[in-house]
Each structure stands twice: as structure tokens, then as C-alpha cells.
């Protein structure tokens, strides 16, 4: 199978619907999704089922400048946030910890279990659902995709799916953030690292490792090492143009305001800067 079709899980023990599973040792078994097309293009990054995984992402993606910034966005509450790929819901937390009125979605029931924990997790909506298919009667102040989610969408379909639902859950004077990694960065260099996690007294072992990039496209793997086990997650990542994402966006009735380079809010550079930061709101008729 293509690993660019789908995405490999290695992990002893676990069982998944509608899952082919094949031994490969006494230490590991590989676990292949064999979802129809429509359920891969909604659950982009398998491996985040793992329960292991969703309960140390805290860990390895703590709080950081980008959601700094990410917060920074909310005016006075309450506000109604949508966080679109919330992930274990840290940003929402933060938000409600405010005062805002937050809906966090995610397709991961793993990473919605370890959200719902959150000090302020009572208060947020939590919804079981990818970005393309989120569906609500309720209009947002602010809607946001974080930590590169968008770049999970690797085709048009779902990119075009996913501005529909923030066009359609927009309010008229609400705003569209999200970020994509700028594609004219040398990313490869540098991807690769290693990190120790300590969780629940015991040690864990994680790495990044860079495979391929063509074509836009990039391929990695993501290792951890577990006392008693191993896990080996490859993941896909699209890096679309500035011009491509924009095109995009118009096409789906939304403008970009605003466009920064970083974290700090430094105008977009097209050779230098790490990120593209859109922030977008309603075209006007």
C-alpha cells in the first residue's frame, strides 16, 4: 500500500475497527487502516487514536508563543470561539478559562477524552467530528485551525470543505486564523529531533524523522518508545503555496486580511518567514 494513500499505525495490543492487523514480531504488530475513502479523508492522523499518544501530546506540545497569539485573537468575552482540530483541547481551555464561549471539534475521541479533563472542560461543547464535516446552527467570532492542522488536508476537496464550514459558521464581523508552514523554508534540515517525556513515572522516547519531500508534499515518521512497547506513526503533510491557499479562500467567500511571517506578528515574507499566518473574514457581497 502507498504510504501516501494512508498512514501506518505499529503498536502491540491495539485493536481498531474495522482494522487489518498483521504480526510482524513478538514486539509489534502493524495495524493498517482499511477505512473507506471518505473516513480517511475525516481522521487524517490515525496514530492520535492511540490512547498513549493523546494522553502525553500535552507533553511533547505544551503551551507555546503560537497560542500566545492564538489567545491573544479573542476580544472581550464572551466571545464564541470554533477551534477546528482542538486536539486535547488545551487552547479551548484557555479561552473558556476567560470567559469566552468555546466549541472545540476533533475527530480523535482519544484527544476529545484527555480535553474534556481540561480545569475548564465543562464548560466547552466538545464535538467528535472532522473540520469538513462539522455541522452547527451556531455563527462564531472567531474560528481557528492551530498547530498546522489545515496541512493535514491534503486535497483540495478538503481544504475547499473545510473554508465552506468556516464561511458558513462565520459571523459578519468575525474573523477566520489558522496557519500553514511557509513551503519556500527548508524544512527538511532541521525536522528530524528527539526528545525524553517523562509520564507517570515512566520514561518515554520520542522522534521525528524526515522520509521524502515531493512535490509539496512531505512525508515523516514519528517514533516512540515506550517501556514495554514500541510505536511507529508515518504522516503526510501538504505545503501549499501562499497563491494556492488564497485562491482558495476567494473561492470559498472569504478575503485575507492580514498575512503574517510569525509569532510575533512580522509581516509575511515569501523567502524568509517560518509561517503563513492568514487571518481572513467575509467577503463582502
Request: glycine residues 6%; contains cysteine; aromatic residues 10%.
Amino acid at each position: 500500500m502507498d504510504v501516501r494513500a494512508k498512514q501506518r499505525l505499529c503498536y502491540r495490543g491495539i485493536f481498531l475497527p474495522l482494522a487489518c492487523v498483521a504480526a510482524v514480531s513478538p514486539h509489534v504488530i502493524s495495524i493498517v487502516m482499511c477505512l473507506p475513502a471518505t473516513e480517511l479523508l475525516s481522521m487524517p492522523d490515525k496514530h492520535y487514536l492511540n490512547w498513549k499518544l493523546a494522553e502525553i501530546y500535552d507533553l511533547d506540545s505544551p503551551w507555546s508563543i503560537d497560542r500566545d497569539f492564538y489567545l491573544s485573537l479573542a476580544g472581550a468575552p464572551p466571545q464564541r470561539i470554533l477551534d477546528l482540530g482542538c486536539g486535547t483541547g488545551l487552547l479551548c481551555d484557555a479561552y473558556a478559562a476567560k470567559g469566552h464561549h468555546v466549541t472545540g471539534v476533533d475527530p480523535s475521541p482519544a484527544m476529545l477524552k484527555v480535553a474534556r479533563r481540561k480545569p475548564a472542560g465543562k464548560k466547552i461543547e466538545w464535538v467528535e467530528s472532522s473540520a469538513q464535516n462539522y455541522q452547527s446552527n451556531d455563527l462564531f467570532d472567531l474560528i481557528i485551525m492551530t498547530g498546522h492542522a489545515f496541512q493535514v488536508l491534503l486535497d483540495d476537496t478538503d481544504i475547499l470543505a473545510t473554508f465552506a464550514v468556516m464561511r458558513r459558521h462565520l459571523k459578519s464581523t468575525g474573523c477566520v486564523v489558522f496557519e500553514s508552514r511557509n513551503p519556500s523554508v527548508d524544512w527538511e534540515n532541521g525536522w528530524n529531533y528527539e526528545m525524553i517525556l517523562e509520564y507517570q513515572g515512566e520514561i518515554i522516547r520520542e522522534s521525528r524523522r524526515f522520509l521524502t519531500m515531493e512535490n509539496g508534499r512531505m512525508i515523516f515518521e514519528l517514533h516512540y518508545e515506550f517501556p514495554d512497547e514500541s510505536l511507529v506513526s508515518t504522516s503526510e503533510l501538504r505545503f501549499s503555496s501562499r497563491s494556492d491557499i488564497e485562491e482558495r479562500l476567494v473561492a470559498s467567500g472569504l478575503r485575507v486580511e492580514n498575512l503574517l511571517g510569525n509569532w510575533n506578528c512580522v509581516p509575511f515574507d515569501e523567502v524568509s518567514s517560518p509561517e503563513m499566518i492568514f487571518l481572513a473574514r467575509a467577503s463582502t457581497p
